[in-house]
């Protein structure tokens, strides 16, 4: 059973900064957060958690207070498996809400198929801004040779659809509908066109004039990253000119689409 709790202490902070040495392997690179800084936020009132199983740190967050009454989580890093980033998303709901927040933001790669299925499916979260190379020059091992391209989202944490998808006792009908992922014959969502294709392993594009397209991302962008840095590089910009673009105009993504599209919509 994970347990997620609020750290206060340097050896806490020295914990989650191995932690996440040992997940971004920095190198001679800056991390994102260093543990004076998690010790001064923890301090001030702000967001720093660890999840613990069975007394060993398994993950770590940090978040600061945001404009538009938001927590906005800097920084999550995790050992692999057993729902831990769901863990200490859900601890961050009831930390935010206690203290009157409306909402809680963060960044994300957009080309992280995994972490957008997370975040738009699984929390009901939805982004809200394209930020092409948001923090410069990454030299961490995951980021090392691409660039910082960013989605800044927002999980609104009092939507009926994302209480729904927070509940435990939700049933899989209740979370389907919540997941708002209607299907059509070919699995999905009916008179969808796809903007973007994963043809091969390299993205083609397609037509963007319907209501509804869909942007497909890499199954596996850090693997391609270290196996084939020039396709690795092709998808970025290839992501960031259909998804950044369509957002640009003023289209909302609404969803991610059998593990592999996001869903684009006319407002």
Not at 13 to 27: C, M, P, S
Not at 212 to 232: F, H, N, Q, Y
Not at 255 to 265: A, D, H, I
Request: proline share 6%; net charge negative; hydrophobic share 40%.
């Amino acid at each position: 059973m994970v347990e997620v709790r609020e750290l206060h202490e340097m050896a806490e902070f020295e914990q989650v900064d191995a932690l996440f040495d040992g997940i971004w392997r920095f190198g001679t690179g800056a991390p994102p957060i260093t543990v004076e800084l998690m010790r001064a936020l923890a301090h001030a009132g702000g967001y720093v958690a660890g999840a613990f199983d069975g007394g060993r740190l398994v993950g770590g967050s940090i978040g600061f207070l945001a404009s538009g009454n938001a927590l906005h989580s800097h920084v999550t890093g995790t050992a692999a498996g057993r729902g831990i980033g769901f863990a200490l998303k859900l601890h961050q709901r009831r930390w935010a809400l206690e203290r009157g927040l409306e909402r809680i933001t963060w960044t994300y790669d957009p080309l992280m198929r995994r972490n957008a299925h997370f975040n738009l499916a699984k929390l009901g979260a939805r982004p809200r801004e394209y930020l092409p190379c948001f923090y410069g020059v990454m030299d961490d091992a995951i980021n090392r040779g691409d660039e910082s391209d960013r989605l800044l989202t927002a999980w609104p944490l009092s939507d009926p659809r994302v209480e729904t998808l927070t509940q435990p006792d939700a049933s899989a009908r209740e979370v389907a509908l919540a997941r708002e992922e209607p299907r059509g014959p070919d699995g999905l969502p009916p008179g969808a066109v796809v903007a973007l294709a994963d043809v091969g392993g390299r993205p083609v594009a397609g037509p963007v004039d319907a209501g509804t397209v869909l942007v497909a991302v890499p199954a596996d962008i850090a693997g391609l990253r270290g196996a084939d840095p020039g396709t690795a590089k092709t998808w970025r910009h290839a992501v960031r000119d259909v998804l950044g673009g369509l957002m640009a105009e003023g289209r909302a993504v609404t969803g991610f689409s059998g593990k592999s599209y996001y869903v684009v919509e006319k407002m």
